[in-house]
């Protein structure tokens, strides 16, 4: 049996050999990329074949920390470019619908955008162009994490725990992990499985979630409901 340290600095009995779950907080520090700005989707089509596998990953998977990022109809940057810069409906909807955590990688998904776009390409008779002062800019991001000293001792503790974090954890902790952990999960997956059947059906509950279409205290409401309805801790709202 296992001890281990609560935020109060007491010990207590943990009955499994399993560390706490260190929670985690981040923000991203955004900056322009060297690549240049498309005004029109010849050129945009251009510049994602040769930009940052970095700036793929931001232009997809970051927009939900991202506080400029305030637009329910869209979930990437692309589309929501192609429907307010090039008023191009068609392609906004194609390029909507990509689930970026679908694919193998992201060069995969970038292949699969590519494609997109010369189809797009193929059925138009005139470029789209977009206003000067509404072209497409190239970003990408470095994460700054903190450590919030703050930690979780049992899976039972998850659903408290969880409904108290700030959506910088959540994205930290649910979807940026997905890059770090060898299976490509979330960091509670990851954790649980230290637990052995304590953390099964929490691991499959986790694995059905199709976070990817939510806002960050939208999956937030999710997982602590879900936590709590499986340790029995009540309603997680």
């Known amino acids: 049996m296992a001890k281990v340290r609560e935020n109060n600095g007491k010990e207590s009995n943990n009955t499994a050999d399993v560390s706490p779950f260190q929670i985690k907080d981040c923000a991203l520090i955004v900056s322009i990329s060297d690549q240049l700005p498309a005004l029109n989707l010849r050129e945009f089509r251009e510049r994602v074949a040769s930009c940052s596998i970095d700036a793929i990953y931001h232009h997809f998977c970051e927009t939900v920390l991202r506080s400029t990022f305030d637009d329910p109809e869209f979930h990437n940057d692309f589309a929501r470019w192609a429907r307010r810069g090039l008023h191009d409906h068609v392609l906004a909807e194609r ?16 292949k699969v955008v590519l494609d997109i776009l010369d189809d797009r390409l193929s059925e138009l008779h005139t470029i789209s162009w977009a206003l000067h002062d509404n072209q497409f800019f190239f970003h990408s991001a470095t994460t700054v994490i903190f450590d919030t000293s703050l930690t979780i001792e049992s899976p039972e503790h998850l659903g408290p725990a969880v409904s108290q974090m ?72």
Do not use: C
Request: glycine share 8%; charged share 30%; aromatic share 14%.
């Open 166 to 237: 700030t959506t910088g954890s959540i994205y930290y902790h649910f979807w940026e992990a997905r890059r770090r952990t060898p299976e490509h999960t979330d960091d509670f997956t990851e954790w649980l499985k230290g637990w052995d059947g304590k953390g099964e059906k929490m691991i499959t509950a986790l694995s059905h979630i199709d976070f990817y279409y939510m806002r960050l205290r939208e999956l937030q409401l999710t997982l602590v409901d879900l936590f709590n309805e499986i340790s029995g801790n009540g309603a997680g709202k």
């Open 95 to 110: 390029l909507e619908v990509l689930n970026p955590y679908e694919y193998a990688d992201l060069e995969e998904l970038r």
